[in-house]
């Protein structure tokens, strides 16, 4: 039985740096039979992959040119991270393993998901690879945490540097500048290392101005991505760290010890409807400390967005975005790909995780893992409106 040939995509995302397969796993997949194509980097600094055209080639994989899965084989399976560009949503004829963010019936997801069944290709969303348990097989979710909360911090002594003063009308305060101007153009950290240092300063310039560190308080913090989260504020030297999971958000929010403290970090896995943990009332409250919240979840035109206060996702060169609310001024920071702010370990981590289930590909028709995955994209198919997931000839 032949194997088959996988093609890792290039991203078209702006600022994502991560990689679905990296150099040593498509080394392992090339090993065990499989045929790897590669495309390559794109060369502005704004989409290059963390990984060089020269680290795949040296692992055996076939490098092929930017954007060239559209027009191979349709046996192939493409292979990538984020969403597709859907500013032309031709028919995806291919079977693609990637988010496609689509599922929890998100802004405009019947035109995301109607591609595969226009085309005859099959999503398998990277999302909802399970276990039996239930448990996602691979995830970003510790590096989307750790990211997410040391932009917090830094976002928290950056208003601190830069309030008016006791005294003072709420003046809005300058945004957080772009990631590029921390990072040295590059728009990410190179490693853990160059991230803490950076927000551990961050910590003691904002305690030197304000007399205290930072109260966080996360939610979530039993999870991969909450642990994540935990372990940047620890590292980094914050104050109290508040520790919340499912026992202490099932009385219902909105709750004050979020606007009690001064960062809140949200990083659950938002799977139904639940009261709001913090809303424009609770904000208006006097003697609110909360400054900064970073939705690591970032489900923000899901309708059951638990932080009904913000309905835009930031980016990494425009990080935050303001909350109109009475007092002190609050931002949010919503960046639906934070693990790209430092891609070469969350994409080693993520790839490493996925790859036993990559090498069961040639099985995927009975591996319950991708079986799964299948069955659950034509149960979503059956709920596109009439027509939308036609086959087109």
């Known amino acids: 039985m032949s194997l088959p040939t996988l093609h890792l995509r290039a991203e078209d995302k702006i600022m994502e740096h991560r990689s679905a397969l990296t150099p040593s796993t498509t080394a392992a997949l090339i090993k065990a039979g499989y045929t790897i194509n590669v495309e390559r980097s794109p060369t502005s600094p704004l989409r290059k992959r963390i990984f060089s055209d020269d680290d795949f080639s040296a692992a055996g994989a076939t490098p092929v040119p930017e954007g060239s899965w559209t027009r191979t084989s349709k046996d192939h399976i493409i292979i990538g991270l984020k969403e597709l560009d859907d500013t032309d949503p031709f028919p995806l004829k291919h079977n693609h393993i990637t988010f496609a963010h689509c599922y929890k019936k998100q802004g405009g997801w019947e035109k995301t998901l109607a591609r595969w069944p226009r085309g005859g290709g099959t999503l398998y969303d990277l999302e909802f690879l399970q276990e039996k348990s239930g448990r996602r097989i691979a995830a970003f979710g510790y590096h989307a945490g750790f990211a997410g ?30 990631m590029d101007e921390f990072t040295d153009g590059k728009g990410y950290y190179e490693n853990e290392e160059e991230m803490v240092a950076q927000i551990q300063e961050d910590v003691r310039r904002g305690e030197k101005i304000a007399g205290r560190k930072p109260r966080v308080l996360i939610i979530g913090a039993l999870g991969r991505c909450g642990r994540g989260a935990v372990d940047a504020c620890t590292k980094a030297g914050v104050g109290e760290i508040l520790k919340w999971d499912m026992a202490e958000t099932s009385k219902g929010g909105p709750f004050d010890e979020i606007i009690e403290s001064d960062i809140f970090v949200n990083c659950i896995y938002l799977s139904e409807k639940i009261p709001p943990f913090v809303n424009r009332e609770s904000l208006g409250k006097p003697g609110r400390k909360l400054s900064v919240i970073c939705d690591v979840s970032c489900d923000t035109t899901n309708p059951n967005n638990p932080i009904p206060v913000y309905s835009i996702n930031t980016t990494f060169d425009r990080p935050t975005v303001p909350i109109e609310c009475e007092g002190e001024p609050v931002s949010v920071i919503s960046i639906d790909h934070l693990p790209s702010l430092m891609p070469r370990e969350s994409s080693n981590a993520f790839s490493n995780d996925l790859l036993p289930y990559l090498m069961e590909l040639k099985n995927r028709d009975t591996n319950p893992v991708w079986k799964q995955a299948e069955d659950l994209f034509h149960k979503m198919v059956s709920t596109l409106p009439d027509g939308m997931g036609n086959k087109e000839v």
Do not use: T
Request: charged share 15%; proline share 13%; glycine share 10%.
């Open 149 to 178: 909360a040391a932009l917090a911090i830094k976002n928290w002594a950056w208003q601190v540097r830069h309030q008016s003063g006791k005294g003072e009308s709420y003046a809005p305060l300058p945004p957080l500048p772009g």
